[in-house]
């Protein structure tokens, strides 16, 4: 009987991307994801792939990583990612970043923070997107449902360019729970859907002196039910035409800009 081959790592992660699931280890690749993981000393890192020309690019971060590069030609570039991938010479393998509890993490400790909550975004390449505006605009955690959010990945990483070694990114068991502990710590919970019946920035207005949370579901369904209930309202961003729509990057991007420049 013929033996089923043994799929290749990238294959196997993106099926656990599809999953939700946090693979034991991440191959991170490009320049600047590979870079901001080895200046990070809270990264746990395993294996350094490099092309002669991606290492002179990242010398004084090869350095502080503490990791021996192997070194290899980049027409025989061997790291186990998809073969599309950008990878501009370097891949690091390492652990998934460990960010703590919700409540280590969120506690207003005397401020007004502001965090994000992702219902059900599944796209990398969104969530790489808005842990960048995160770490711009200084939100204290982006939080996501365990199942059905993307977990640490390649793509994400590079969409992210760095800021995903920076930018907490919780990964919840429940985020109706995680959101009931964010009213007890005093949060004001903002939903933002384009039929919402009030205006965010006149909501972020009113809610400046508070910590703030800013709900945002997948593109097309939007928010879950169960989401909507939790949130304490839901308000939609001001468009100049009678229509208007942002993808959930964008949306997260405006939101985050807002709630900064009333902080």
């Not at 994801?33 to 350094?48: E, G, Q, S, T, Y």
């Not at 985020?175 to 903002?190: D, Q, V």
Request: glycine share 8%; with cysteine.
């Amino acid at each position: 009987m013929a033996r089923n081959p043994k799929k290749p790592t990238w294959v196997v992660e993106k099926e656990r991307e599809k999953r939700g699931e946090t693979p034991a280890t991440v191959w991170l690749f490009g320049l600047h994801a590979v870079r901001d993981a080895l200046m990070n000393p809270a990264r746990v890192k395993h294996r350094l792939i490099l092309t002669l020309n991606a290492q002179s690019k990242l010398e004084d971060a090869v350095a502080q990583g503490g990791i021996t590069p192997e070194i290899q030609d980049p027409r025989k570039f061997s790291a186990p990612i998809d073969a599309q991938s950008v990878h501009q010479g370097a891949a690091l393998e390492v652990d998934p970043l460990i960010w703590g509890s919700l409540s280590e993490r969120c506690a207003p400790r005397g401020e007004n923070p502001v965090v994000l909550l992702l219902d059900r975004v599944t796209d990398p390449h969104n969530i790489g997107a808005i842990l960048r505006s995160a770490e711009v605009f200084g939100a204290r955690a982006v939080i996501a449902p365990h199942r059905h959010s993307a977990p640490e990945t390649g793509a994400l990483a590079k969409t992210a360019s760095g800021a995903l070694e920076r930018q907490p990114y919780l990964r919840v068991q429940n985020l109706a729970t995680s959101m009931k502990a964010l009213k007890e710590m005093g949060y004001f919970i903002i939903g933002l859907d384009g039929l919402g019946e009030s205006d965010l920035a006149e909501e972020l207005t009113k809610s400046a002196n508070m910590p703030v949370a800013l709900a945002l579901g997948a593109e097309g369904p939007g928010l879950r039910q169960l989401t909507r209930e939790s949130c304490d309202i839901i308000a939609k961003i001001r468009f100049a035409g009678g229509f208007g729509s942002l993808n959930v990057s964008n949306a997260a991007a405006v939101g985050l800009y807002e709630a900064a420049r009333l902080r």
